[in-house]
């Protein structure tokens, strides 16, 4: 296995592993069928390749268990013949909640569906250390909306949402939702306006620019009742 020791979570890394069948019969199913005498037999020496899946963690230990956060699920369907070998490369992203010091365990054959006779050497391990980058920090100004607003009338929010953080948004696509709720910061009994799907993304305000990093939207919205705060979340 090949991982990279240092790993910002949220950002894409590529890793790369090798399998190799060290066992003296291929990996695959032999169709067999009963003679007449009761004995089985080989269908014409054929044999079918066996699917599996080799899978990637992310953990905080080197076993694989329900605390695991699984990073690739890679199938194969292929004859393994004895001594051969693949390599794969897949792309993965270690989530924000994964920070620090972890595990990466690539497990060939993850669901034991080859008849493999020793799944002691069926996984990789490889300590990492999983932290934060640098990060964007989304700032929404509302520009322009009605200040008092009626029950079941419909109104404009004209809004802004800037990048001020040191990095560019990590995704291209996110949504912007308003709510009406009679306090400015818990939206647990808010009601929902409306939302905006954005699509681009926001760069980085020190970076040269080649998107937009302010974006504005208007909403149009239909509100429910007066006597309450507009309460924004990006
Ligand atoms: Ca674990
Ligand atoms: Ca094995």
């Known amino acids: 296995m090949n991982v990279p020791s240092d790993i910002l979570a949220g950002r894409e890394y590529t890793i790369t592993w090798t399998v190799k069948n060290n066992g003296t019969c291929p990996s695959a199913t032999i169709p067999m069928y009963v003679n007449n005498e009761g004995q089985y037999v080989m269908v014409n020496g054929n044999f079918l390749p066996t ?4 899978k990637v963690f992310v953990s905080d230990d080197n076993m694989v268990d329900e605390d695991d956060v699984e990073l690739i699920s890679f199938n194969r369907t292929m004859v393994l013949n004895p001594d051969a070998t693949y390599t794969a490369t897949q792309t993965f992203i270690v989530p924000f909640a994964e920070a620090g010091s972890k595990q990466i365990l690539c497990v060939a054959d993850a669901s034991s569906n080859t008849y493999d006779n020793n799944r002691n050497n069926n996984q990789a391990t490889q300590a990492v250390n999983v932290s934060y980058g640098p990060l964007p920090d989304l700032s929404i100004t509302v520009i322009d909306m009605e200040n008092i607003i009626e029950s079941g009338a419909s109104y404009w ?11 560019s948004t990590l995704v291209n ?10 306090n400015a910061t818990n939206l647990t009994n808010a009601y929902s306006l409306g939302s905006k799907i954005h699509n681009g993304l926001l760069l980085a305000a020190a ?4 998107a937009p990093s302010m974006w504005t939207y208007i909403l149009y919205s239909r509100a429910k009742a007066t006597s309450a705060l507009i309460s924004s979340k990006v």
């Open 51 to 54: 699917p599996w899946i080799d």
């Open 157 to 167: 929010i004209h809004y802004t949402v800037t990048n001020e953080g040191d990095e």
């Open 173 to 182: 696509a996110w949504t912007d939702a308003f709510y009406l709720s009679n």
């Open 207 to 210: 970076l040269p620019k080649r």
